[in-house]
């Protein structure tokens, strides 16, 4: 699927057969210190020479106007917040750059690697593997706190023994209940604009909220950001998600000056039949 406007790199009357780079998807690299490397890249930003060919949904054939050595960047791209209209580059991947030898009517295949920046921050890790939670109870009216770590196979994202064995669960009873987790941890977050991300794995059968508590004093409201449903398939299985989580928005407003701040979870449910939410690869990111 073709996203934006793409822009050609060269006009001449005579027409100009294109030449073909296939980028099948965006695989990303990891160290032991950056946790996990699942992504949701879904959007490749083409450049050549410099130059915006366009933005393209993965997997995609790029019609490119020239012929010869050229190098081709590609920008990888995700759903902020996990919204289908908000498609950015995400400021924490690296490009991947490529010399390609353009032959017009041909067919030259890529699949770019990205890493994580250098000088970015992993202010908070969790992804389970030593057994133990980094977040608790919080809110006036929470109703329920059942979050515990799980090694159920069925449960576990990518299960796979050895560097996959756990994952954060919650189970909420039925009829009202309200469960609310936040971070135990206080985070000095960078303002002026500057990109806070809040990375997550997911799974669940009910709606939940993902926000911010901004600490100034002793009186503390929460400040919501995104909500997140169901991510039941037809078959009533519920599929792993990945989102990335936009925070500088929020921690930015000029009432939170001089705020530390904890992330929090919050589902609010009512009915028949347990709901249950699943988490995974927690990363807090920023510059």
């Known amino acids: ?69 050229h190098t081709i960047t590609v920008v990888p791209g995700i759903k902020k917040n996990g919204l289908f209209d908000q498609r950015v580059t995400y400021p924490f991947y690296s490009p991947f750059e490529e010399k390609v030898e353009l032959v017009p009517t041909a067919i030259d295949t890529i699949i770019p690697v990205v890493r994580y920046r250098d000088n970015i921050i992993f202010s908070w890790l969790e992804d389970f593997e030593d057994n133990a939670i980094s977040v608790e109870k919080s809110g006036s009216n929470t109703t329920t706190d059942s979050m515990f770590v799980s090694n159920d196979p069925a449960h576990v994202f990518n299960y796979d023994a050895i560097e996959n064995k756990y994952s954060g669960q919650v189970n909420i009873p039925s009829e009202f209940q309200i ?21 997550m794995n997911f799974k669940c059968n009910t709606e939940f909220t993902v926000g911010v508590y901004p600490v100034t004093g002793s009186f503390i409201n929460g400040v919501p950001i995104v909500n997140f449903y169901s991510t039941e398939d037809n078959q009533g299985e519920m599929q792993w998600k990945k989102a990335y989580v936009s925070l500088k928005e929020d921690i930015n407003n000029p009432e939170y000056s001089g705020a530390t701040f904890r992330i929090f979870f919050n589902a609010q449910t009512n009915g028949e039949g347990q709901k249950q939410l699943f988490f995974d690869n927690l990363k807090l990111i920023h510059f």
């Open 1 to 69: 699927m073709f996203i934006a406007t793409s822009f050609f790199s060269s006009c001449d009357s005579e027409e100009k057969i294109p030449s073909y780079v296939y980028i099948p998807s965006i695989e990303l690299e990891t160290d032991v210190e950056q946790g996990d490397n699942s992504h949701d890249i879904v959007d490749g930003w083409v450049y050549c020479d410099g130059i915006l060919i366009g933005v393209f949904e993965l997997p995609v054939r790029v019609p490119i106007l020239e012929s010869g050595k």
């Open 179 to 199: 469960f609310e987790n936040a971070t135990v941890q206080l985070y000095e977050l960078p303002r002026k604009g500057v990109d806070v991300f809040l990375e």
